[in-house]
């Protein structure tokens, strides 16, 4: 069973980049697509994106201009970049595998909060 | 903004039956279906169903999806308080390119 577990700093000042991890076990990363989706308090889920394990991403257009997916194959693992944050970027920031064609988000890492403020 | 509409709350008694709804468009629910997830306060989602009505291993018979048109439903038959939780719709949007959430149903169980 594919366990995701993320990691990365809890507190980014505005205007700097979010910087976090996912690590994959149980699993492959391999021929599976990897998403970043978050969650602000008492807030709706959002999805922030997706990478494949070649590298191809898709981003959603909102915060298209700000996100940069990769992932390293040799770790297992991939990550996310969110610059220029504000406190808008506050939130619980979740890993999941997927959605690929006709899949969806089927496994969730426990989630970070991310806190920006100075 | 959500992508898909869902109604803020729903209120089920104990044992009885609830459906949650979820209205997006051809582009999303209407083209591939969605995918439900539920979540508990403070947990991540868990996904219930997918593509209408697959549910993963380990997911409860009672818990059955459909989908009409444009719209996505979530029955949960002999509702118990373990239910009690936000559920999530969620589906592939081709006009954005992009996944979408809906709002959320926060479900009481009383």
């Known amino acids: 069973q594919v366990q995701l577990q993320e990691s990365g700093p809890g507190l980014v000042k505005p205007s700097e980049t979010l910087s976090l991890s996912c690590t994959v076990s149980g699993d492959s990363i391999t021929n599976f697509y990897w998403s970043w989706i978050r969650q602000p308090a008492g807030k709706e889920l959002e999805w922030i994106g997706r990478v494949f394990s070649s590298g191809n991403t898709d981003y959603n257009p909102s915060l298209k201009s700000r996100v940069t997916m990769s992932v390293d194959t040799s770790k297992n693992q991939f990550s996310l970049k969110l610059n220029s944050v504000t406190a808008a970027d506050t939130a619980v920031y979740y890993c999941?595998?997927?959605?690929?064609?006709?899949?969806?988000?089927?496994?969730w890492g426990q989630g970070t909060l991310v806190t920006v403020s100075s | 903004q959500a992508g898909l509409t869902q109604p803020p709350s729903v209120s089920k008694g104990l044992r009885q039956t609830a459906t949650l709804t979820c209205t997006g468009n051809s582009d999303n629910v209407g083209n591939q279906g969605a995918a439900w997830l539920q979540q508990h306060q403070g947990h991540p989602p868990k996904l219930l169903s997918y593509?209408?009505?697959n549910r993963p291993s380990g997911i409860s018979e009672r818990f059955s999806a459909s989908r009409s048109g444009n719209t996505a439903s979530l029955t949960i038959a002999g509702l118990q308080p373990e239910d009690e939780a936000d559920y999530y719709c969620?589906?592939?949007?081709?006009?954005?390119?992009?996944?979408?959430f809906g709002g959320g149903t926060k479900l009481t169980v009383l």
């Open positions: 999941a595998r997927g959605p690929g064609a006709g899949t969806p988000l089927d496994s």
């Open positions: 969620s589906a592939w949007d081709f006009s954005l390119g992009a996944w979408v």
């Open positions: 593509r209408n009505n």
